[in-house]
């Protein structure tokens, strides 16, 4: 590990992670992440070999993360997840707090870690493995990895979750939200290579958020459509983010005829910022497409 600090008075920097429709649900923070990505070493805190495809017979997988403009104690829950979804190995790494070592701030702190192969069975290769990083506040990264010749299925690079009758799958990449307080609202989320923070919500509410004035003032379109055979109010919109100062594309289905359990109305809600939406347009299209309502 390596870290640098500077003796001086500054402001804790964070990135909100801020979904689609700040009146309807909270706010999340974490800390500012750099880098973060898999690689075959890390020699004296430089990674070698930026990869995420690996031989089978590689004695292991390295992950590198740098942080930078942190200012408290943290602890990083490291989790490796095997294809079929288990968690294969974990361990807690504990980043000191800039005080303790007579620092204001860690204007970067870099980590690594390691995957040892050799006691993994073949067949378990085969397969898209995950490792994440996560803290006590959310997740800090996230990367897949894959070893040459095996085929990774869509059903290994989907999990399936819930809100009350309401089903759908989503990359097992990207981290559930799903607060017990905040009723009627789960998210997944997922923070792309550059930082940046996206997202598939489902909101369940009496509230007609299409026709709110918050929303409809930043409709780009707006159609009746069909989505996996349920009817729907399809709107696209172009929202600016305060925070990162930066545009950020949303989709919005209301599933008009359907309501929840409790009777409430359906949507579905995709947000990533505008340049890079069109990237994971297809990711987006495949979590829509997989929405469920059980009776």
Not at 71 to 88: C, F, Q, R, S
Not at 107 to 121: A, N, R, S, T, V
Not at 206 to 231: F, V
Request: hydrophobic share 35%; charged share 20%.
């Amino acid at each position: 590990m390596y870290k640098t600090g500077r003796n001086a008075y500054l402001v804790r920097v964070s990135l909100l992670l801020l979904s689609v429709i700040f009146l309807f649900n909270g706010v999340f923070a974490a800390p500012t992440v750099n880098q973060f990505f898999t690689c075959r070493d890390v020699v004296e805190g430089q990674p070698i070999g930026k990869t995420g495809t690996f031989k089978p017979t590689d004695d292991q997988v390295a992950v590198f993360l740098e942080l930078k403009a942190l200012d408290a104690e943290m602890v990083i829950h490291w989790k490796w997840l095997a294809p079929n979804g288990t968690l294969y190995y974990n361990r807690f790494q504990r980043i000191p707090s800039p005080a303790e070592k007579g620092y204001d701030l860690w204007e970067k702190y870099i980590c690594w870690g390691f995957l040892y192969l050799h006691d993994i069975p073949s067949d378990l290769k085969d397969g898209l493995w995950t490792v994440r990083a996560e803290t006590q506040t959310g997740l800090l990264g996230s990367a897949d990895f894959s070893f040459q010749g095996s085929e990774p299925s869509q059903r290994n690079r989907m999990l399936e979750n819930h809100i009350e009758n309401v089903y759908f799958n989503y990359p097992r990449n990207w981290h559930f939200y799903d607060d017990e307080i905040d009723e009627g609202f789960c998210q997944a989320y997922h923070i792309s290579e550059t930082g940046h923070f996206l997202s598939f919500s489902v909101y369940l509410t009496d509230t007609d958020l299409l026709n709110s004035p918050q929303l409809r003032e930043q409709t780009i379109k707006r159609e009746y459509s069909a989505l996996k055979g349920y009817n729907t109010e399809y709107a696209l919109l172009k929202l600016f983010d305060d925070t990162e100062e930066i545009w950020y594309s949303s989709e919005i289905y209301h599933l008009s005829n359907l309501l929840s359990s409790t009777g409430k109305k359906i949507y579905l809600v995709s947000y990533a910022p505008f340049e890079i939406y069109d990237q994971y347009k297809d990711v987006f299209t495949t979590v829509f497409n997989s929405i469920r309502i059980e009776p």
